[in-house]
Nanobody, 124 residues
Framework: VQLQASGGGLVQAGGSLRLSCAAS????????MGWFRQAPGKEREFVAG????????NYADSVKGRFTISRDNAKNTVYLQMNSLKLEDTAVYYC??????????????????WGQGTQVTVSS
């Protein structure tokens, strides 16, 4: 089972990036998917989550109105569209799967599967 995150990179403040997380080895189309991030010297924090149907989403206050999570169950892929990026968005971004739940949790301990992370660096 593998979650492969991609799409990170270097972007100027105010710019946009789209992260993707492709799952293989197992279908996650019935599971909640989430994005977390970890900046140097800080704890991993919740960014956004989406339920299996895409009908329910949850966002950290710091990204509301700027980030959008979505999923394509046919492709077993979840996305994170990040707009109006700020310096403080710089972090390694991880996708994760919370198996067998209908809710969108915000705690990393609720998620069983994790991707390897993709670096997002926002410059001034």
């Amino acid at each position: 089972v593998q979650l492969q995150a991609s799409g990170g990179g270097l972007v100027q403040a105010g710019g946009s990036l789209r992260l993707s997380c492709a799952a293989s080895g197992r279908t996650f189309r019935r599971d909640t998917m989430g994005w977390f991030r970890q900046a140097p010297g800080k704890e991993r924090e919740f960014v956004a989550g989406i339920d299996w149907s895409g009908g329910s989403t949850n966002y950290a206050d710091s990204v509301k109105g700027r980030f959008t999570i979505s999923r394509d169950n046919a492709k077993n892929t979840v996305y994170l569209q990040m707009n109006s990026l700020k310096l403080e968005d710089t972090a390694v971004y991880y996708c994760a799967a919370d198996v067998g739940t209908l809710r969108v949790g915000t705690r990393s301990g609720e998620y069983e599967y994790w991707g390897q992370g993709t670096q997002v660096t926002v410059s001034s």
